[in-house]
């Protein structure tokens, strides 16, 4: 009879930690069909990346506009900013997934997520299943592509998200983001 009660306990205890865990995995809604993405396993499993980001939903599409790893996002109803510490392994998992399988969970878009068009004019359709052409097409494209050098060599980026011109400007350096903070008249803050 102790032995069921400590059963049903844990069980209990068990239910409400995975209910409360599940709260915190939800997308949060940015407003202007901009969403926030926390890490997910469920997101991982799918397409193999498990990092955040921020989204947007346009025609029951998913198209990222600003990579992982965020550390910081605040918004209002005219704008978003977000401190990146960009992720190279997360990067290269959602581009690879974007460009194999554009139908699985992402979809990618030129206007918000600026890759090398040159390079991506390359990409052989007939390689579709080769998951080690897609790895290898990736590394190449993240090397040729001058967003994504400019991510890495900045480690810390900064983005300012005009939700009513769906406009996404970064990555910056911090004193770029002052700047364009400045001169846009945002109030938003990060401490």
Known sequence: MKTNVITKS????LLVFLFSCKENEEEINLGNN?????????IFDVTTFGGNGIYQLKNNEKIPVILSDIEKYEFNSEFIIVEQNFNNEQTSRLIQNMLSMPETYFTYDKRYLKLNENYLAQLDKSE????VYYKKFTRELLVNTSSIQKMKINKENYYIIEKK????NGPLKKSEFKEMKKNLGINLSFE
């Open 128 to 131: 579709n299943n080769s998951s």
């Open 10 to 13: 844990i069980y209990f205890c």
């Open 34 to 42: 901009f969403y926030y993405i926390p890490f997910q396993e469920i």
């Open 165 to 168: 011109e769906m406009k996404i």
